[in-house]
Each structure stands twice: as C-alpha cells, then as structure tokens.
C-alpha cells in the first residue's frame, strides 16, 4: 500500500506542481475565488488538505529514509485542514494575500512538488 500511496504523490505532486509552475495565475484567480467565498471557501480549501493528507498519513506511515518526507507532507496537509476548520481566519489572511502583481510567488511551491515527485520517483524506480 505504501508503493501505491507513493505513486499516488509523485501524480499528485507532478500534475500540481506543473500547474503551480506554468500557470501561476491560474491559481491567483482560485484562490480569488476561494477568498471571496469566505468561510465556505476556507472550508473547501480545508476539505482538499484533509483528503490528499489523510490518504498518506493512513496508508503511508513510513518514517524513514525519503520516504518519510512524504509522511511529513502528509501530516502537514492534516495540520492545514485542521487551521481551515478550526482557526479559518487564519486562512482567509493567507487566501487575501494572494494577488495577480504576485503570481510568481506561486512558482515555488510548483518548485518543491516537483522536486518531490522526482525524487519520490527516483526513490520508487531505483530500489
């Protein structure tokens, strides 16, 4: 199960971390949108984290060697979904600082999900 989970990221991670990359305005303008929906929108953006994160921290507890990272990317989604639904203030700052004039900022987290998912599939294919 914990191969699947990781074949699972490294989709995720490439498809996501693409879209971040490529078309950062893309985001900007769901994020937008998430905001200007205000605690409801939170709370999507809360059910997207609770989903991908609750799939890796149950069917992948590994904690060691690369593979661990993933586990800890996992708890991480868990803990941003729990601020969506319990402090959704805090989220609805982070959604408002999102704007056009900034969608480079967007790049970098494409950047790490990309860097995850090969070394992930580098991880998965060599051993």
Do not use: N
């Not at 191969?3 to 900007?28: K, T, Y």
């Not at 949108?33 to 890796?56: E, K, N, Q, T, Y």
Request: glycine fraction near 8%; charged fraction near 10%.
């Amino acid at each position: 199960m914990e191969r699947a989970v990781e074949i699972l990221a490294v989709v995720h991670f490439v498809i996501v971390g693409l879209s971040h990359a490529l078309r950062p305005q893309m985001w900007v303008e769901f994020f937008s949108w998430l905001h200007a929906r205000g605690h409801a929108g939170v709370m999507v953006h809360g059910f997207l984290s609770l989903g991908f994160g609750s799939v890796i921290v149950a069917f992948h507890p590994v904690w060691r060697d690369l593979p661990a990272v993933l586990t800890a990317v996992g708890w991480l989604y868990l803990v941003k979904a729990g601020f969506c639904f319990l402090w959704p203030e805090t989220q609805m700052r982070s959604l408002g600082r999102v704007a056009p004039q900034r969608s480079w900022e967007l790049r970098l987290p494409g950047v790490f999900y990309l860097a995850l998912a090969a070394a992930l599939a580098y991880h998965l294919w060599s051993g």
